[in-house]
Each structure stands twice: as C-alpha cells, then as structure tokens.
C-alpha cells in the first residue's frame, strides 16, 4: 500500500489485485511471483489436492467437467468464487511474454524454452514491476494472434472456421452448433463473428488477462453458450480428445470476443506472444519421511535402472528391522515403469521408503563436464544440501555397488564435527606414489589440498548438511563445478570444498574394486598408495561393506571381475534379474558367431579352482534350467 499526498491531502493509493491463474493438472513448478496463482483443474475427478495450490472444487464450480471444459473449470470458478481488479489465465506450461519484441516464434507461435529457470524469466521479463506496468495500461491482453500457414481444402489460405476440424479429434459440425447459438443469444456478435471464422489470424489456448467488469462480462457470455452448445452435442462415442470439445470451442468464442472488444470505444487491448515450456517439473524440496530415519541419497539415470534396483535390494536385505530407512533417488529420465520396479523393493516393508526426485532443472546440464564411464547424475549430490532443506545428516551412496552391511551403522558413525565423513581414494593415492598424470600438482595446485594424500573418494558420503550449508551454497558448488573441466569431476569439487573438514572412513565402507587388463590392473596402483592405506584396503577386501565397482569395468559387463559374487548374489533378489541373464546368453551366442583364430580353441575352458566357477554358481545354481542350458551351449560351442 502506498501513501500520496495530493494538495495537502493525505490519500491512500491500494495497489491493483492482480490475479494471473495458472492453470495446472499435475504438480508442475510456478515460478514464486505476488500475481502468479497456480490453480488445480478438476480437482473433483483426481481423488487428490495438490499443495500449494488453489482447487477448482471448492465453492461454486464445474470442476467434475473438466474432461470436456478443460482449463475453462479455473476460468469458472475464479469468476465465480474469487475478486480481483485483473483476471489472467496461464498454462503450466504456457505464459505470456512481458516483452513484446521477442519474435522468434516457433509454426504454432510458441517461444519455446527447455525449462522455467531465472534465465527464461528474466528473458521475458516475468517480474512483477514489468507485469503490472504492462497489465495496468489495458482493458484486456490477449494472446498474440497466430497466422495460418496452410491452405485449405478448397486451396485458399486456411481461415479459422476451417482450421477447425482439420486434426481428427475436432468435428466441424460442433462449431456451426455453436456459432448458431451465439448468433441466436447474441445476434450483436454475428457480423463480428463471420469476420473472425474468415481470417487466417487466430487467438488460441484460452489466455488472456481482463479488467474485472470485462472479465465479468465475458464470462456470463461464454458459459451462457457453452452450456446450451454441452446440452446439444452429442459425446456418448467422443473419445477422450474428442471429449475436451468445450475447451475447443472455447478457443474460438475467445478470439471472437476479443475481436468484439477491440472494436469497442473506451476499450484498450494489447498483444503478447506466447511460450512453451517443455519441462515443468516442480522444483523438488524433500521433507522427512518419518521423525527419526536413516535418509539415503542415490542419482542415477533410466539406464542404470537395473543396477539401482540391484543396489537398493542389498541394502534393503541386509537393513534392521529396527530402523526405519528413507531412500531417495535424485533423477531426470527414469521410467514409470522403473520406478514402479524399483519402489516394490520396499513392498511390505513399513520401514523403508524409496521416493524419486526430479532434479534436471537446478542446473544446465549441458554445460557440466562429463567423460568416459560417467554422466551428468553425479553432479546431483551437489543440490543436496538445496532440496533436502529439513535434514540434518544424510548418507549419499553412489549406485554402481552393493552393501553386504546394515548401512545405518555407517549412518551412526560420529563425524567429529567435520562436515563430510569419506574414504581416501586409494586409487589416487597410488597415482600420487606412482606419479601419474602429474597428481601431485593437480592436488595441491588445482585443488588446494594441503596435503594431496588427504583426497577422498566420494561414492560413499557422509553428510553434515548444516554444516555444509554454512561451507558453501549449491549454487557455488554447482558455479564452481562449471568454472572448469575437473580431472574428476564434482569429486574434485568436493575435495575442494571440504578441505580439512573430513572424517575419514574405514576403507570396509567403500572398497573399491580391482579391474584387470592384458599387461595392467588397478592392484598395481593400489599396492603403490601408502603403506598404512593399502594394508587397511587389503584387511577391508576379507570382508567389504560397501563394495565400489567404480571404474569403467561393471559385473553386468565382465561377468567375472572383481567382487562379482558379491553383486550377483544380490541381483537374485531382483526384478531385473532374467534380463540380465538374458544378456548373458547374449554374449555366449556372440561368441559362438565370432570369427575363430585357427591357434586358439572357440571357447576356453575354465580350470575347476578358477574364481570364474565361484560367478558361475551364483548365477547358475545346481540343477537348475538355466545351468543345464549355458552347458549344453559351452559344451557344443567346446567341440
């Protein structure tokens, strides 16, 4: 509220209630803005209220009509149950634009963005000092209007009364029903909408923003029609696209009366293009499942579904019963289907909780370094700290291993007031004694490490997040993971960070993994690293947590690398366990097809004492169909 003084005279000026109602059917991200107000849409039919939003079913509505009116049941009930000196409508994935030079439109006159980040906003110019100087000047603001490229069935330009009807779901004879109506309610409206049915500038998708007496007006005349059109047409045979018809027809009552109130004296009508986000996805802010849990943090992509699947199943059998465990796997494009499988691993289970969030649009991915065996999901854990505001301490497991231990134990262990605990990466510390890849520099140059042997692997993590948040925001781990290409990526970002603020874990809680190669293997570097470290790896490969298959070498590739076992008795437990079977079976048909080198035998044969048998029994238990048919093929492939 602003105060003025006019003539000596102390008045009060009230700022105008603007209200712009987006329009959502799904949990869909709105930008924080005093106009914006996101508005649930048939409400009735989904059995569920989304947070943070308004709700077409309260008061006097047609929400239970929203299969055939669309985004029109916001409309209503906004007119009917809601005041507001402006009334403006969005899509959740359609706004306006406050900037009208913005003219890169796409055919359908869409300015189309991959996401709402600050960088789409400030572009056009969503703030409320612009919006409201914008609204403010005019009566009504419509979408702008779209030309038609096409041509129509009697090859002239196509106009709007022919446009419709020309996708199969829209039928021609409901708009001349409809427009009969309006002439007979409306004989006023006749000319103006014969005029608007033969141009070839149409205003779509139901948006605009209206002063509260146009609204008004507007509103009585559209639903008048509508409901008389609904009373006539017959939908007994629509299918669902056919169904949403009011909303169809709508679009064109919307773009006569704008052309009506264009030609009106005392009305002022205004323009502005329109946007197409193609991903809303809400922002994710995570809030404790239950009051006292284990929370566990994992990223990964649909691809790794699998071995997701095969991680959490390990945890969950080796998990007390005592405890209560709340996963969350942070993601962009895992499948429903996925999600589905891999959320049965807690079926039954009243104390485990596996959630998933959506987490693509805090950052551009495109613009973080990625290479060799990794992608952009091990950046994630960087936003952890931002999404999980209500957590205290967390564990992060990466998903490329499996636990062979109750992982609250590792949960429990006392940081000691740092704020990360981590194992040292025995791998780098090898490099370090070895001097490859000039690791001593990097360290202590790139990085700042006071001393490079104190660099610490981060797939396994222990997280003190407030004391983490005091460290350092997401935003400046995720600047500075961007300001460079770091050797290992948000790693090394990490190690940046957390300088001499690490707990160190026991080496049993990450337990890397060994790969081998013709002339080569990562025990070479391992024996290299410190005396002290590589004696605690050697005791902690007896009996590992936490196995690490970190590296480009995975058991669902070389079947019989290091600690396969473990991961292959774990993998009974899954959904995903035939289709990983299957692919083994894959690999012996292409071996059978494979050229032949005369000197050596098509398939060698495996000495009884080799570890090979030990992957083997696990996979293919005693006299079991699977074990019978992989000897027949290795027998005749032997031959």
């Known amino acids: 509220m602003r105060y003025t003084s006019v003539r000596g005279i102390i008045t009060m000026n009230k700022d105008p209630n603007i209200k712009i109602y987006v329009v959502c059917h799904k949990p869909s991200y709105v930008p924080e803005n005093p106009y914006l107000c996101p508005i649930q849409v048939g409400t009735a039919l989904s059995g569920n209220k989304l947070e943070g939003m308004l709700h077409d079913n309260e008061g006097d509505n047609i929400s239970d009509r929203n299969k055939t009116y669309c985004e029109l049941t916001a409309q209503y009930w906004a007119w009917r149950n809601d005041d507001a000196d402006y009334y403006g409508f969005f899509h959740y994935r359609r706004y306006f634009a406050f900037d009208p030079s913005i003219t890169r439109e796409d055919g359908w006159g869409n300015i189309v963005y991959d996401r709402i980040d600050d960088e789409a906003i400030k572009e056009l110019k969503l703030d409320p000092v612009t919006m409201k100087k914008i609204i403010t000047q005019y009566d009504v ?340 993971a961007l300001s460079q290409s770091f050797r290992c990526h948000d790693q090394d970002v990490l190690n940046i960070i957390c300088k001499n603020k690490v707990t160190y874990l026991p080496q049993q809680w990450n337990t890397l993994m060994d790969w081998q190669e013709p002339g080569r293997s990562r025990m070479q570097i391992l024996k290299m690293a410190p005396r002290k470290l590589f004696e605690e790896y050697s005791a902690a490969r007896k009996q590992p947590y936490l196995i690490h298959y970190a590296g480009y070498q995975k058991p669902w590739d070389v079947v019989d690398c290091d600690f396969a076992e473990y991961f292959w008795e774990y993998a009974k437990l899954s959904p995903y366990y035939p289709m990983l079977l299957r692919r083994i079976r894959r690999c012996f048909a292409d071996e059978a097809n494979a050229p032949v080198v005369s000197c050596e035998p098509k398939v060698r044969y495996i000495p009884k004492k080799s570890r090979m048998w030990g992957i083997v029994d696990v996979i293919l238990p005693y006299h079991s169909g699977r074990r019978e048919w992989i000897k027949k093929v290795y027998w005749n492939l032997k031959k």
Not at 153 to 171: I, L, S
Not at 275 to 287: G, I, K, M, S, Y
């Open 141 to 480: 603001i419509s979408v702008k209007g779209r030309k038609y490229p096409q041509k129509a069935e009697e090859d002239c330009p196509m106009d709007v009364y022919h446009e419709y009807g020309v996708v199969p779901f829209q039928h021609r004879k409901d708009l001349d029903l409809t427009l009969k109506i309006l002439k007979q309610k409306y004989p006023e409206f006749s000319e103006i909408a014969d005029e608007y049915m033969k141009s070839n500038v149409a205003h779509e998708c139901n948006m605009f923003i209206m002063k509260k007496d146009v609204y008004r007006k507007y509103c009585e005349w559209l639903f008048d029609i509508l409901f008389e059109a609904e009373k006539q047409i017959d939908t007994t045979w629509y299918s669902v696209e056919e169904y949403r018809v009011m909303g169809y027809l709508a679009e064109r009552l919307c773009g006569i009366y704008y052309s009506y109130l264009k030609k009106q004296e005392g009305i002022k009508t205004f323009e502005l293009p329109k946007t197409l986000f193609q991903d809303t996805a809400p922002h994710a802010v995570l809030e404790p499942v239950y009051q006292d849990a284990v929370p566990i943090v994992l990223s990964a992509n649909n691809r790794f579904s699998p071995y997701l699947d095969i991680m959490i199943r390990s945890m969950i059998a080796n998990a007390s019963e005592k405890r209560n465990y709340d996963i969350i796997i942070l993601y962009n494009d895992i499948s429903e289907r996925n999600q589905r499988l891999i959320k049965s691993a807690a079926k039954g289970k009243e104390n485990i909780s596996i959630r998933f969030a959506r987490v693509c649009e805090y950052f551009d991915a495109g613009k973080l370094f990625v290479d060799q065996h990794l992608s952009v999901e091990t950046y994630y854990r960087l936003i952890i700290p931002e999404i999980m505001p209500s957590y205290h301490k967390i564990l992060y497991l990466d998903c490329d291993m499996v636990a062979d231990r109750d992982v609250a134990e590792l949960y429990d262990l006392d940081l000691k007031g740092a704020i990360i605990g981590a194992a040292k990466d025995i791998d780098v510390a090898g490099q370090l004694n070895l001097n490859q890849n000039n690791w001593q520099t990097y360290a202590t140059e790139t990085l700042g490490l006071d001393s490079p042997y104190d660099y610490f692997q981060a797939g396994v993590l222990i997280l003190d997040l407030d004391g983490l948040r005091k460290t350092a925001s997401s935003q400046k781990m995720i600047k500075l």
